[in-house]
């Protein structure tokens, strides 16, 4: 157990919809990162909060967005969902926010119809 | 429409044997380096890393190796058992974030 939680674990939805996955880091963990799974792109990083900041940004859409709280918690939204965001998607924390090891959840894992 | 998956390069190896998992790198100014293994229907797990002072590391039954002169990175995996069957990332870590490969299916016969 990585000490890094996710949910839902499951979340189905129509199109166009609007869903928030939420993240709880390892305690002690200041930074969180975001990453998208899908069969055809491999593991893509979204976006990285580090003690409520934002600190870097991947290939984030501008229909998604996150925010991390004064408890550390991380919330990702997902808008205007489409077919082409089902994939699964993961949060991971570290204690730094360089150069240490991330801890990964186990996912969200998101199907849109 | 049909869905394709990605194709990862997978390798089979015989219980017991070691495998050697190899992994190219792109950008020559990444200062860090991670090993992840992945099972169905899990979240990445950490297995080892380096920094780009170093060129070999050592842990529990794995040592990753580094050779930045031609941006190469490998993972093996002493006396694999089946318990190591997953999929293998690399990563790189550029201004904070972890940069990953495509990956490595390795599979271990009995």
């Known amino acids: 157990d990585s000490g890094v939680t996710q949910t839902p674990k499951h979340l189905i939805t129509a199109t166009g919809q609007r869903v928030t996955l939420r993240c709880s880091p390892r305690?002690?963990?200041?930074?969180v990162y975001w990453y998208q799974q899908s069969l055809d792109q491999g593991l893509q990083f979204l976006i990285q909060?580090?003690?409520?900041?934002?600190?870097a940004k991947g290939n984030i859409l501008e229909r998604f967005s996150a925010q991390q709280f004064p408890d550390l918690h991380s919330e990702l939204n997902l808008s205007s969902l489409e077919l082409g965001d089902s994939a699964l998607y993961f949060c991971a924390s570290s204690r730094q926010g360089t150069n240490s090891p991330l801890h990964f959840g186990n996912g969200t894992r998101l199907t849109v119809t | 429409g049909e869905s394709v998956g990605l194709h990862l390069p997978t390798l089979s190896v015989q219980e017991g044997d070691n495998s050697i998992i190899n992994c190219a790198y792109s950008n020559s100014a990444s200062d860090y380096f991670i090993w992840y293994k992945q099972e169905s229907g899990k979240g990445p797990q950490f297995i080892i890393d380096i920094r780009s002072n170093m060129d070999k590391r050592q842990g529990q039954r794995v040592t990753v190796l580094l050779n930045k002169t031609v941006k190469h990175l490998s993972l093996q995996i002493a006396a694999t058992q089946p318990g190591d069957s997953a999929v293998y990332f690399c990563a790189e870590g550029e201004g904070g974030k972890l940069i990953f490969g495509q990956g490595t299916e390795l599979s271990v016969k009995p």
């Open positions: 305690s002690g963990d200041l930074s």
């Open positions: 909060y580090y003690n409520g900041e934002e600190r």
